[in-house]
């Protein structure tokens, strides 16, 4: 995708500073990317997903291999000035410094000269290290791709991207902000009845959240329980949100929310629908969660309640998304997050999608950022987000205008990238493989 940054061809005139190229490095193969970090002249680099900084006597290099084609030229550039600024909810709002990249939902900032690193509570601002990685596409680093398993492949093939989307259609019809009753209150229950017709137990547990106008709020999660087959006790929590917000987060009207996150609550419905006619081993909680775009409210509550009964014991992986269905163009990018000691769990949804959604192309980060795995992953559980790469550059995001129809022609083959590779990665997780009872299910 384009860089909005245009080059910078201002010569270097301070002291300690380096001059700065940004490259593009989705088509570069690993001995290429490898090759640039030791370049001629490359002092220090940073490593952004499908993009790469490079730092040093870099103002007259002209020998960038085709694969790693230039985006930006800039000048004056000191690490200590930079940073990395996690992108959430607040992506359209005014941020300091200027934007110069962007990988693995965060963005590459050059604050002032001298300014100090911004706080904040949600801590999104850390400093820049030298030869870091902040995000890596799975594919430099990955084997090659396994075959097909033949016990994995009918439950990937069970995904219905038409019928998902369809879903994503009827969710976005009505407003969902945590804020207001009657349409949120529509989509829960909606929700409840597609868990219900697929034989899962459906509860809607209340919870509090501070209200628009000051004092306490009461909504619902909607969860629907599969009880495993053998190992009941084994917990894979599968979630979205199910609210929405546009560009006023006070607001009860005009969010249809079919991006954020109609796509993520209606992922969870047909990956239920994928895995059940398998009949998981391990118990599956199918969950929508309302309270995300307040504060994580939904998935915090469910946490502290599964901490309250002892049962967070029990939850042996977490697999959540939010924003399945944007992609600018149709080369299909996700990014796939959690903690450094879950990286083997964020590689498996890259072999995945290598075997079963090749056109996906995965970036793996670890330094995960706000959106509902969180509260699982800080109590110590395995839990991954899965997210769309081109979020933060939608321009309906957040806005009353996330209606269905502009997420834009590559919504089906984007949402059907991410739910076939979570499909795949969940047929192991929770045990799916019983076909016995898959003819005349629905």
């Known amino acids: 995708m384009p860089l909005l940054l245009p080059l910078l061809l201002a010569a270097s005139a301070a002291t300690g500073t380096d001059d700065a190229l940004i490259v593009d490095i989705r088509a570069a193969s690993p001995v290429e ?258 309270g995300e775009e307040q504060g994580l409210y939904g998935s915090e509550r469910h946490v502290q309640a599964l901490q309250a009964s002892g049962d967070i014991a029990k939850v042996a992986s977490v697999v959540i998304m939010d924003m399945i269905g944007y992609s600018e163009d149709d080369r299909l990018d996700a990014d796939y997050e959690s903690y450094p000691q879950w990286q083997s769990y964020l590689d498996r949804f890259g072999a995945a999608a290598a075997t079963y959604a090749p056109e996906l192309n995965i970036s793996i980060s670890l330094s995960p950022f706000g959106s509902d795995h969180m509260p699982y992953l800080d109590a110590g559980r395995q839990a991954a987000l899965g997210i769309e790469s081109d979020y933060d550059i939608y321009p309906d995001y957040h806005e009353s205008t996330d209606i269905p129809a502009n997420i834009g022609p590559n919504a089906e083959a984007m949402g059907g990238a991410i739910l076939k590779t979570n499909v795949a990665v969940l047929a192991d997780l929770a045990g799916a493989s019983d076909g016995i009872f898959v003819d005349g299910y629905e």
């Not at 962007?102 to 850390?126: I, S, T, V």
């Not at 599968?238 to 079919?258: E, L, M, W």
């Open 33 to 290: 990317v490898a090759a640039l970090k030791h370049a001629d002249g490359v002092r220090w680099w940073l490593e952004l997903g499908n993009r790469m900084l490079l730092a040093g006597d870099v103002a007259t290099r002209s020998s960038l291999p085709a694969s790693a084609p230039l985006l930006a030229r800039l000048a004056d550039v000191r690490v200590e000035d930079l940073a990395l600024r996690a992108v959430g909810c607040d992506v359209h709002e005014d941020a300091l410094g200027r934007l110069l990249a962007r990988g693995g939902r965060w963005q590459l900032r050059q604050l002032a000269m001298g300014a100090a690193l911004p706080r904040d509570a949600d801590d999104r601002w850390r400093a820049v290290r030298p030869n870091e990685v902040v995000a890596r596409q799975y594919r430099l680093d990955a084997p090659p791709a396994a075959p097909a398993d033949p016990r994995v492949l009918p439950l990937v093939r069970h995904v219905d991207t038409a019928r998902w989307f369809a879903d994503v259609s009827r969710l976005a019809s009505w407003d969902r902000s945590s804020y207001g009753t009657t349409d949120l209150f529509a989509a829960r229950d909606w929700i409840g009845a597609q868990f219900a017709a697929l034989g899962l137990a459906v509860a809607t547990p209340d919870f509090t959240m501070p209200g628009a106008n000051g004092g306490s709020i009461t909504r619902q999660n909607v969860i629907g329980t599969w009880t495993g087959t053998t190992l009941p006790d084994e917990w894979v929590v599968v979630g979205a949100h199910y609210d929405s917000r546009n560009a006023n987060i006070a607001s009860t009207v005009d969010a249809p929310g079919a991006e954020d996150n109609a796509s993520g609550c209606a992922g969870v419905i047909e990956i239920a629908r994928a895995l059940l006619p398998f009949r998981p081993q391990r118990s599956v909680l199918f969950m929508c969660y309302a």
